[in-house]
Structures are given as C-alpha cells and as structure tokens.
C-alpha cells in the first residue's frame, strides 16, 4: 500500500513538473515574440529614417544638375512650343547630364532624365533612346513639373530604383523638371 501511495505522489510531482515546463516554456516564448516585434518595429523606423535621409542627399545633390545653364537653356527651349530641341541639342545634353551625373560621385545615378514642361525626355543618360517618351503620368514627375521635391521608387525596365526629382526654374517659371535614380 505504502508503495501505490509513494507511486501516486511522484506520479504527481512529475506531472507538477512537467506542468510547470511548459508553462515556463510558454511565458519565454511570448517574452521572445515580444522582443522580436520590438526589434523589427526599431528597425523599420532605422530603415524609414535612413531612407529619408538618402532622399534628402539625392535631392540636395540634384540641385547642381538643376541649376546648370545648358540644361535650364535646352528645357527652356523644349518647353511651351511643339516638338523637342534637335537631335544635336539633345545629344549634348545627354553629354552634359552625363558630365553632371559624373560629379556626384557616390551620389551617380543610374537613370537621370531632363524632362520639359510637357513631360517630354528631351535628354536622357541612355544614349541609344533618342525617341519620344513621356513621363507625365508618374506622379513623382507630375509634382517635380508643378514645383515639388520628391522621391520615390520605381520600377523601370524590370529594375527597381530610388528616384528623385527637382523641378528646373528658368525666368520666373518652371521649365522642367531632372529625374535622378
């Protein structure tokens, strides 16, 4: 008898034992759940800042190719009248886009495109694409043409970039607007 009841107790405590576990068990996996929706929470706000403040740099580093004579002279140009500058015009200011881009160093991109007034690519860093191409159905685009500084990210050609754009102003209004990416 002394025996069953020896069984019965440590039946008990084994039973305590193990309830115990996994109730411990189940207390350190919500506190590491927790933790790790703390962690990503933390690193999405990092992430959201330092991407602001990529977009501030290409967008600060945009205002030298804006401000360039030649491209506010050739999207003066283009602007407000039908058609775009001549094939030469637009090679040298392909050229130039291309010198521009150059000088931001680690800032260069990989896509950067002068558009009139119009949202016409008069000059682009791809030299082989001299046809007519719009851009102003991409948001980004519209509001750099009406005098907004943004970024965003876009999917061209299969690629995704981080893009900014910068309006152009030339004579007391705006004549286009350089896309960087």
């Known amino acids: 008898m002394l025996s069953r009841l020896w069984y019965l107790i440590l039946a008990l405590a084994v039973g305590g034992a193990l309830a115990g576990a996994f109730l411990n068990k189940s207390a350190a996996s919500r506190e590491a759940e927790f933790q790790l929706e703390e962690q990503l929470r933390r690193d999405h706000v990092e992430a959201e800042l330092w991407q602001r403040l990529d977009a501030r740099l290409r967008l600060d580093a945009l205002a030298s190719i804006a401000v360039d004579s030649e491209v506010r002279q050739t999207l003066r140009s283009s602007s407000g009248r039908a058609g775009t500058p001549g094939t030469s015009a637009r090679k040298r200011l392909s050229q130039k886009l291309d010198a521009l881009n150059a000088k931001l160093e680690e800032g260069k991109g990989d896509l950067v495109f002068a558009i009139d007034a119009e949202g016409e690519v008069v000059a682009t860093l791809d030299k082989s694409e001299m046809d007519s191409v719009r851009l102003d159905k991409m948001p980004l685009v519209r509001d750099a043409l ?33 896309v960087h990416g």
């Not at 500084?149 to 004579?171: C, E, Q």
């Open 146 to 178: 009406r005098g907004f500084m943004r970024d965003d990210v876009w999917v061209y050609n299969g690629d995704v970039y981080r893009m900014a754009a910068r309006p152009v102003f030339d004579g007391g209004r705006y004549v286009g607007a350089v």
